[in-house]
């Protein structure tokens, strides 16, 4: 029914930036609340940020501390169309990052852990030091 597509992964430095995108298809997205996930080998997925559906009237947005002042999250509406700008990136920022939606979820919701219903196939992003 939805589908999400990641893009914008790669190998960087430490201290470099990427911006990852993931685009959305089959609902209506701007109900949906977005989140960015992510899994290193070996380990758990985790939470990295979220941003809440865009009627919700609450807070918009959320941050694991791990990145927190290093990343945003922020959606484009009219693309259909989330990003990640990661800034300032460290070697254990180096995972596989997902997408995934919820239907009129907030950010607070998706870090809390709540299921999503739709997950994107992820993007690669390493950090050499």
């Known amino acids: 029914q939805v589908q999400l597509v990641e893009s914008g992964g790669g190998l960087v430095q430490v201290g470099g930036s990427l911006r990852l995108s993931c685009a959305a298809s089959g609902g209506t997205f701007s109900t949906y609340a977005m989140g960015w996930f992510r899994q290193a080998p070996g380990k758990e997925r985790e939470f990295v940020a979220a941003?809440?559906?865009?009627?919700?009237?609450?807070?918009?947005?959320y941050y694991a501390d791990s990145v927190k002042g290093r990343f945003t999250i922020s959606r484009d509406n009219a693309k259909n169309t989330v990003y990640l700008q990661m800034n300032s990136l460290k070697p254990d920022d180096t995972a596989a990052y997902y997408c995934a939606a919820k239907p009129f979820a907030t950010a607070q919701n998706m870090y809390g852990g709540t299921v999503p219903n739709y997950w994107g196939q992820g993007t690669q992003v390493t950090v050499s030091s």
């Open positions: 941003i809440s559906w865009t009627g919700w009237p609450g807070g918009s947005t």
